[in-house]
């Protein structure tokens, strides 16, 4: 009887998903640039004050397929929505969301200050929201 993929090492394993294996390190990587591209641009094009990271791909636990979760601060109401826009114009790999940190649920917002990677400003250590 032939073995199954329960029945291999993980040494074996490798053999037959190293391919998949580099690819998904990869795309995490391409990921984390495309969105820090867009913090970047979020800063500077709408005014945001802080753009944050989160969700599987700030964690790393994103499997195969995943998006990209970014929260603004500081983006106004009247130019929200052409963020948006904006945000899920680029890319086709990814889903992409972007929410406002001021707007949002306060459940979602604590797992954003809990687990969020601050973009933009870059310099900034702090992960702090303010009110």
């Not at 294996?21 to 913090?39: D, N, Q, W, Y």
């Not at 802080?50 to 998006?67: E, H, N, T």
């Not at 604590?110 to 929201?129: C, H, M, N, T, Y």
Request: contains cysteine; aromatic residues 8%.
């Amino acid at each position: 009887m032939a073995a199954t993929a329960a029945d291999l090492s993980k040494e074996q394993l490798k053999r037959y998903r190293p391919f998949k294996i580099g690819k998904r390190t990869g795309l995490s990587s391409e990921a984390k640039k495309v969105a820090a591209f867009i913090a970047r641009e979020l800063g500077t094009r709408y005014g945001a004050r802080k753009v944050i990271l989160f969700g599987s791909l700030a964690r790393g636990d994103q499997g195969p397929v995943f998006d990209i979760d970014l929260a603004a601060k500081g983006i106004s109401p009247a130019r929200f929505f052409e963020a948006v826009a904006f945000v899920t114009s680029q890319s086709r790999k990814w889903k992409m969301d972007l929410v406002d940190i001021d707007d949002c649920a306060g459940s979602l917002r604590d797992i954003i200050e809990k687990e969020g990677v601050v973009l933009w400003p870059a310099r900034e250590p702090s992960l702090r929201l303010e009110s």
